[in-house]
């Protein structure tokens, strides 16, 4: 035999025993549900004021969130209306917003095969007038792999001596 069959041989057996003790000692890993994920999303807010026509502002959010196990995290949510509207605010003043940019910290809980339901406290940012929020939502969690998500999301913010604004969107998640 020459030598290169010779090397050609003694390479496939080792690559071939390799792989053989890779499975061999391979052990199931046990998933609780617990860990980090990050999600981005892009939608439409609808903002809803009093006297001032409705508009639909684009979106972009950002969602990071750590799961206790398969029912409960707690998850901060950001999102940034990327336009300049015109709101109404408790004293009937109309109120230039740009850009605003909402920050909430929510309770998460899970049911159902992939449904999350959002409750949280928030605070709403802008040059002019911050305003205070809660946050009340539903998203649906729907698994494209082990670690990847498809994330469709509908949020009512309810703004303290504001206004209130509907949001829906659709992200893609990592699970860490």
């Known amino acids: 035999m020459s030598k290169i069959k010779i090397t050609l ?6 690559v071939f025993q390799i792989n053989a003790q890779e ?44 799961w206790f196990n398969h029912k409960w995290g ?14 109404r605010n408790s004293d009937n003043e109309e109120i230039e917003r740009v850009n605003p940019l909402v920050f909430t910290l929510d309770a998460l809980y899970q049911f159902g095969g992939g449904f999350v339901v959002t409750l949280g406290p928030g605070i709403e940012l802008e040059k002019k007038e911050s305003f205070y929020l ?15 998500y498809v994330l469709p999301s509908l949020f009512l913010d ?18 860490l």
């Open 9 to 14: 041989i003694l390479i496939f057996a080792t």
């Open 23 to 66: 499975h061999k000692g391979h052990i199931e890993k046990y998933d609780d549900g617990r860990g980090f994920r990050i999600a981005g999303i892009i939608g439409h807010t609808l903002i809803n004021t009093e006297g001032v026509d409705n508009v639909f502002v684009p979106s972009w959010g950002l969602d990071v969130e750590y």
């Open 74 to 87: 707690l998850g901060l949510h950001n999102d940034m209306e990327i336009e300049t509207f015109i709101i």
């Open 134 to 148: 809660f946050r009340v939502g539903i998203e649906y969690e729907k698994d494209i792999s082990d670690s990847l």
């Open 158 to 175: 309810q703004r303290f001596d504001g206004y209130n604004t509907w949001n829906i969107g659709l992200g893609i998640g990592l699970k």
